[in-house]
């Protein structure tokens, strides 16, 4: 009788068990849906430029364990570049570069963080590790380019930049920062040659018309350089107007 009753309750707790086996599995299933919920909620914040709320989205997303963890760290820091908090955004590549270490790009958004910050020899051995990694990332060259300006390594500059724009010759930044690099040395009309590609691709592109202006300026070319003056004006760059009165109303 005894042994009956024994087999009766060993029975009564394998059911027991397995109703809680499949009930914790259920409730995985529903916390793994609502992560994967609050990631792509974080994702569509982040397109629309609510970058605060997309960072709400992606702190659920992260303390939820799911599986695209990974993606929320990434775009998290992403998220915070946006709104300037630089050193929170460099922990969240640190988390990135730690899981993921063959994705070149983790190096080189804290690389580019990194200069942001003015740690130009961390930001260099970022960004020299992105390229190990992928020899044909154009970011990774096009930052590495723009630090060796401001270090004034300008013909440096200019050969991580040719680099950059063979690869990708559709990003107007690339042909401005080589256009600077080609100032700063002196040679004003390769600098005007580039800072007129920059244009052609980014029409509104006001810096790169100041820029330019000052180029033509420099080059002897006064009229035309004050109509660009006056261009970065109207898109929006003020101190444009201020060079117009020390330099175009004389």
């Known amino acids: 009788m005894f042994i009956n009753n024994y087999k009766e309750n060993k029975y009564l ?20 849906q609502k992560a994967d919920f609050y990631y792509k909620s974080g994702s569509i914040k982040y397109k629309a430029g609510d970058y605060r709320g997309a960072i709400s989205d992606f702190d659920l997303c992260i303390a939820s364990d799911s599986t695209k963890i990974l993606s929320a760290f990434y775009e998290r820091g992403l998220a915070k570049v946006k709104i300037g908090e630089y ?3 460099i922990k969240d590549f640190d988390i990135y570069i730690a899981l993921l270490p063959s994705d070149e790009n983790g190096y080189v958004n804290r690389g580019y963080l990194k200069n942001k910050l003015n740690d130009t020899k961390a930001a260099f051995a970022d960004l020299n590790k992105a390229i190990d990694i992928n020899p044909r990332n154009a970011m990774a060259y096009q930052y590495r380019g723009n630090i060796k300006i401001k270090l004034l390594d ?12 063979g690869i ?6 690339n042909f401005f920062y080589r256009a600077n690099a080609h100032y700063s ?3 004003y009309k390769a600098a005007i040659v580039d800072f007129n590609k920059a244009i052609r691709i980014n029409p509104k592109f006001a810096v790169a018309y100041y820029n330019r202006g000052l180029a033509k300026v420099s080059n002897g070319d006064l009229n035309p350089g004050c109509l660009d003056f006056s261009k970065a004006g109207e898109l929006g760059y003020d101190q444009a107007y201020e060079t117009i009165k020390k330099i175009c109303n004389k």
């Open 154 to 165: 300008f013909r440096g500059a200019i050969a991580d930049i040719n680099k950059a724009i």
């Open 87 to 89: 050193q929170n955004a």
């Open 13 to 32: 707790d394998m059911r027991t068990l397995l109703i809680l086996f499949i009930s914790l599995l259920l409730l995985n299933f529903g916390f793994g």
């Open 168 to 173: 990708d010759p559709s990003d107007a930044n």
């Open 185 to 187: 040395l002196l040679n």
